[in-house]
């Protein structure tokens, strides 16, 4: 019976130490909750300060990726013009081998009007080296060096281009 009353007397003092303990934690965090929704004038200045500050940078990354997206777009444009002109020389050129590879009659009109349009990009590489001829068939290799060059210089042009074109990001 003693050992009866003492276990519950023991039980009764933990129930009540586990109320007590509740109610406490109960009112520090309210008391805690309402002090951190109190702030002062200087920390709400200083809160709006850093959201104005953060927002504007937020606005200048903005117009600054809309700028640079609209340079992107204008140099595609361009690259793309670039690359049209070049697949007409390389065509042009290629026409010109081609009709030089299997003897086309030079007094033919297609062959003089190739020769004519064609005649600005193959000058500075006429005579370069010589064109081999086997049975009427040349292979005109200057032609062979002007396509090559035309192509180096191509990709020379669209690399720089896409140096401005890609967009610069940091971390």
């Known amino acids: 019976m003693i050992d009866n009353k003492l276990e519950q ?27 951190a929704e109190r702030s002062t004038p200087g920390e709400q200045a200083e809160i709006d300060k850093m959201a104005g500050n953060m927002r504007r940078k937020a606005v200048n990354e903005l117009v600054e990726t809309e700028n640079e997206v609209e340079l992107s777009r204008t140099l ?18 290629t026409m010109r081998l081609l009709l030089a590879l299997f003897a086309a009659r030079s007094s033919a009109d297609f062959v003089q009007f190739i020769r004519a349009i064609t005649d600005p990009f193959y000058a500075p590489f006429r005579g370069i080296v010589a064109s081999p001829s086997v049975d009427g068939f040349t ?25 401005f074109a890609h967009r610069k990001t940091a971390v």
Do not use: C
Not at 12 to 27: M, P
Not at 139 to 163: C, E, K, Q, S, T
């Open 9 to 35: 007397e023991e039980a009764q003092r933990t129930a009540n130490y586990e109320a007590v303990k509740s109610e406490v934690k109960s009112e520090v965090g309210g008391e805690i909750a309402v002090e």
């Open 76 to 93: 595609a444009r361009f690259s793309q013009v670039v690359d049209y002109i070049f697949f007409v020389i390389y065509g042009l050129l």
């Open 139 to 163: 292979l005109a290799l200057p032609i062979v060096i002007a396509i090559i060059a035309y192509m180096l210089l191509h990709l020379a042009i669209i690399g720089f281009l896409r140096i």
